[in-house]
């Protein structure tokens, strides 16, 4: 069995008026993640971790945020693209690690949802993903409530 790992890192600048969409699932916000698709970090990083993971370079590579086609998409459709591309490869997910670094709005009672939603795009075990938070500590960028960010890791494996 072959087994790889791939890590994705993504930032998003905050801005009023905009949904807060994490793992395809709106967030009660005042305010958004600003992007080119619907800015969901946790899909942005669970793309560009599969994607590295599976030596197919980055979300950018593939969805350029130069292309029209990609405007306002919703970042599900991007990840389970991502999930066949890689099975295209002969490649399956053993698991995923995703860690959001916000202050506000707090997550903990949404994670369940968000994995159970991200399991569903991604045709996986809810098993398989894990989601976490964690605040900077009113440090930074994030601490200064301007934007958000994400890391993951993820485990990918083949016979």
């Not at 009660?28 to 946790?42: F, I, M, T, Y």
């Not at 490869?89 to 994670?111: R, Y």
């Amino acid at each position: 069995m072959k087994i790889r790992v791939g890590q994705g890192y993504d930032v998003h600048r905050w801005v009023e008026g905009r949904p807060c969409i994490l793992g395809g699932v709106e967030i009660p916000s005042d305010k958004g993640p600003l992007g080119h698709s619907d800015a969901d970090v946790v899909c942005h990083v669970l793309c560009d971790a599969l994607l590295g993971a599976a030596n197919m370079r980055n979300i950018g590579y593939h969805f350029s945020d130069k292309d029209p086609m990609w405007k306002g998409v919703a970042s599900t459709l991007l990840l389970k693209k991502v999930m066949e591309m890689i099975r295209e490869a002969g490649w399956e997910l053993a698991n995923a690690d995703v860690t959001v670094i916000l202050d506000q709005p707090k997550l903990n009672p949404i994670i369940p949802a968000i994995k159970d939603n991200l399991a569903l795009v991604m045709g996986v075990e809810v098993d398989q993903i894990s989601v976490k938070a964690t605040t900077s500590e009113g440090l930074g960028f994030v601490g200064r409530s301007e934007g958000i960010s994400a890391i993951a890791v993820a485990l990918i494996q083949k016979d």
